[in-house]
């Protein structure tokens, strides 16, 4: 139970820390630190930072659905206004700090390098499994959207608006950018489900 603890804390801190000031500037020192662990306790479970990154992108791996993905499903029924309240609940967490931080998997993508390949596979599969979620739900819309529209792909498009609107908004220290691409990308739900409607 000790171990678990101290684990838990250790992923916290550093997950935390990544985010607030990335991944290259925080020194173990710091995690031990805002841990509230030794050194020993750390390398213990975790023998190089680069292994803690990995640590902390798996725990993101794993809270995905139940922090993200569960709360919006809660929410609401509709498959496709679920989308949009994945990207309202984006929105409510960042306006506060003004985007300052961003997105923390998002963030990672830009910061860590091709030499560390455990942790891009990693950033990589926390993509793939938001994508994945999003496109769910979009099959699961039925005939509410074309049937030649490919739901892997507008589930991408979904997570490209996302990501690209919070770099945006952190540049501009606004929630503008942000909310202008959701914007348009609900104009463009719109014309889908139109195009749905009156098949030509």
Avoid at 63 to 69: D, F, G, W
């Amino acid at each position: 139970m000790v171990a678990t603890d101290t684990k838990s804390k250790i992923l916290e801190a550093a997950a935390r820390l990544f985010h607030e000031q990335g991944y290259n500037a925080t020194g173990i020192s710091t995690i031990l630190r805002e841990a509230g662990v030794n050194s020993g306790s750390l390398y213990n479970i975790y023998p190089s930072k680069e292994a803690l990154l990995v640590g902390v992108l798996e725990r993101y791996t794993e809270l995905l659905y139940p922090i993200v993905m569960s709360p919006v499903e809660a929410q609401t029924e509709d498959p496709l206004e679920r989308v949009f309240v994945l990207l309202d609940q984006y929105r409510q967490w960042l306006t506060p700090i003004h985007f300052a931080m961003g997105c923390p998997i998002g963030n990672l993508a830009l910061e860590v390098g091709d030499g560390q390949p455990p942790a891009r596979a990693l950033i990589r599969q926390n993509f793939e499994g938001w994508i994945a979620a999003v496109r769910k739900w979009l099959e699961a819309a039925g005939d509410q959207l074309p049937a030649d529209v490919d739901r892997g792909q507008l589930a991408q498009f979904v997570l490209t608006v996302m990501e690209g609107g919070v770099m945006q908004s952190r540049a501009a220290g606004s929630p503008e950018p942000y909310e202008g691409s959701v914007a348009q990308l609900r104009a463009y739900f719109d014309l889908l489900r139109a195009r749905a409607r009156n098949p030509r």
